[in-house]
């Protein structure tokens, strides 16, 4: 049970270079989101998912998509990266969206973009 | 939209003296209060949570108090060890709104000095 893994952990990227990070659970967890972080600001959801198929906003989802084709995966790309999308990435899963309850982290990204 | 300030920023404190982080909320409806711990280049994972039908839950060595009428609630962390060092971050979210919608402080680093 490797619980929530994100692919990869560090990435330098060029102004305009695309790339797409992912994320899997093996929980069978329905809901899963995509946070940054950066120094003094805490973690800023960017987009979420309720269920296979679906995605959503958050807090701050421009420059950024996502999908979810299968349960255990949602995928967050940067189309055209920027030097201000430079942050760590957290991807977070749970097992139910509308009665809070704990989400569970992977690791995190290192994105650097120059 | 619920807003949490988190403080302070900074905390340094000696093997064995007690720890205690502030947080205040916005939105008088929130009910749900956890508490997440960051290890230095870990994940964030949840150490204690509080809902606001208790006014204080304690686990071991950590506590949380919730003061409803003035909306805030702390993290008290008693007897403090170097393993204590790390980022905490507080958040709120609304009843039933689910994790997505949950605000996290901007974190407080503590350090703990042996």
């Known amino acids: 049970n490797a619980g929530v893994t994100q692919t990869p952990k560090f990435r330098v990227l060029k102004t305009g270079q695309s790339m797409t990070l992912l994320c899997a659970q093996d929980m069978n967890h329905e809901y899963m989101y995509w946070y940054r972080q950066d120094p003094g600001m805490g973690l800023r959801l960017i987009h979420y998912s309720v269920g296979e198929g679906t995605t959503a906003k958050g807090e701050v989802p421009d420059g950024y998509n996502v999908s979810r084709l299968k349960k255990q995966n949602f995928l967050l790309g940067l189309e055209s990266a920027a030097p201000s999308q430079t942050s760590v990435y957290f991807c977070?899963?749970?097992?139910?969206?509308?009665?809070?309850?704990?989400?569970?982290f992977g690791q995190g990204t290192r994105l650097t973009v120059v | 939209g619920e807003n949490v300030e988190q403080h302070p920023s900074t905390l340094s404190v000696q093997e064995g003296d007690s720890a205690v982080i502030k947080c205040t909320y916005s939105?008088?409806?929130?009910?749900?209060f956890p508490w997440y711990k960051q290890e230095l280049g870990k994940r964030p994972q949840l150490i204690i949570d509080?809902?606001?039908?208790?006014g204080e839950k304690k686990d071991q060595r950590i506590a949380v108090t919730l003061n409803k009428t003035a909306k805030h609630f702390s993290l008290h962390i008693t007897e403090t060890q170097p393993e204590d060092s790390a980022v905490y971050f507080c958040a709120a979210t609304l009843p039933n709104t689910g994790f997505q919608k949950l605000v996290f402080g901007t974190g407080t680093r503590l350090l703990v000095s042996p």
């Open positions: 939105d008088s409806a929130s009910n749900y």
């Open positions: 977070a899963s749970s097992y139910h969206g509308t009665k809070n309850t704990e989400a569970f």
């Open positions: 509080i809902r606001s039908n208790v």
